[in-house]
């Protein structure tokens, strides 16, 4: 594999070392719960994992760049800026994706879900109503089998609870 010249290439050995802090942070974000479904089910599992696969390929991607150059003379804040500017987008879908998982307590689910898809949609530049209507329709499909297919439950919202009472705030928290 020849050298590249990118300085983009440095981003791996960010990524690789803000995945070694975050898997470190693990125990300190999450608590165990019990739960008679077995230990793939902690709240744990699924960001470590994810991480771990993370962390595996940018050391891949590390180990190799840093073979191939020698050089880590360039390696600095700069640097990373550069290497940053190339994935404007994803870094914006990920402050997305955050802002979307914090609102999903404040507005609910279903609101939340319906706003991000349409952020990722005038994102993608697709702004017809087709794509509005179909984003809309999908994001009732997800909460239907979430909620009635797979019985999915998340906190109560809020929202609701300052606006709604009674069979209302029931039927508020348990489908949107």
Request: proline letters at 3%.
């Amino acid at each position: 594999m020849a050298p590249t010249e990118k300085k983009s290439d440095y981003l791996f050995i960010y990524i690789f070392v803000i995945t070694l802090i975050l898997i470190l942070l693990y125990p300190t974000q999450t608590k165990e719960m019990t739960s008679s479904r077995g230990w793939f089910t902690q709240p744990y599992v699924a960001p470590l994992f994810g991480l771990s696969i993370l962390g595996v390929f940018s050391f891949i991607k590390s180990v190799l760049y840093i073979k191939n150059t020698h050089d880590l003379s360039d390696f600095s804040f700069d640097v990373l800026m550069t290497a940053l500017s190339n994935y404007r987008v994803m870094i914006i879908t990920s402050v997305l994706f955050f802002i979307y998982v914090s609102s999903i307590s404040l507005i609910g689910f279903f609101f939340s879900t319906l706003i991000f898809v349409h952020l990722l949609l005038w994102l993608s530049r697709l702004l017809s109503p087709f794509w509005s209507l179909w984003a809309f329709l999908t994001v009732i499909g997800v909460v239907l089998i979430f909620r009635v297919g797979v019985n999915i439950w998340f906190p109560d919202v809020a929202l609701y609870e300052a606006f709604f009472e009674g069979e209302l705030l029931w039927f508020m928290n348990k489908y949107f």
